[in-house]
């Protein structure tokens, strides 16, 4: 059973980056044709997706995010991480990792086989 923990600060302050890590068990991100996402839900507003890792370590990223975003990982800890930068209060959301069989990204928790149980982040000075 493959299990997707999120971890990091719960509060950050206005043009700082934001980082979280996903620590995967039960699976290995180098699992061939696995493809690992970050998506955040703001309070009251749909889930965005932010970007993803591949199980070779390519990276694809929202457009609207690009340009802050960096997805990362360790594959020797079996972790990817996120680094937003120049955060600000439009940042407060829920934060989610997720893993799916296959590219391309998706907003529908459906699409996606794994997902953890996600972290409030919380923007402010």
């Known amino acids: 059973q493959v299990q997707l923990q999120e971890s990091g600060p719960g509060l950050v302050k206005p043009s700082q980056t934001l980082s979280l890590t996903c620590t995967v068990s039960?699976?290995?991100?180098?699992?061939?044709?696995?493809?690992w996402s970050w998506i955040r839900q703001p309070p009251g507003k749909e889930l965005e997706w932010i970007g993803y890792?591949?199980?070779?370590?390519?990276?694809v990223y929202s457009p609207s995010l690009k340009s802050r975003t960096s997805i990362l990982r360790d594959t020797s800890k079996n972790q990817f991480t996120l680094q937003l930068s120049s955060v600000t209060p439009e940042d407060t959301a829920v934060y989610y990792c997720a893993s799916r069989a296959g590219p391309g990204w998706s907003t529908s928790r459906d699409d996606y086989e794994y997902w953890g149980q996600g972290t409030q982040v919380t923007v402010s000075s």
């Open positions: 039960g699976g290995s991100i180098t699992k061939i044709s696995y493809y």
């Open positions: 890792i591949a199980h070779n370590g390519a990276t």
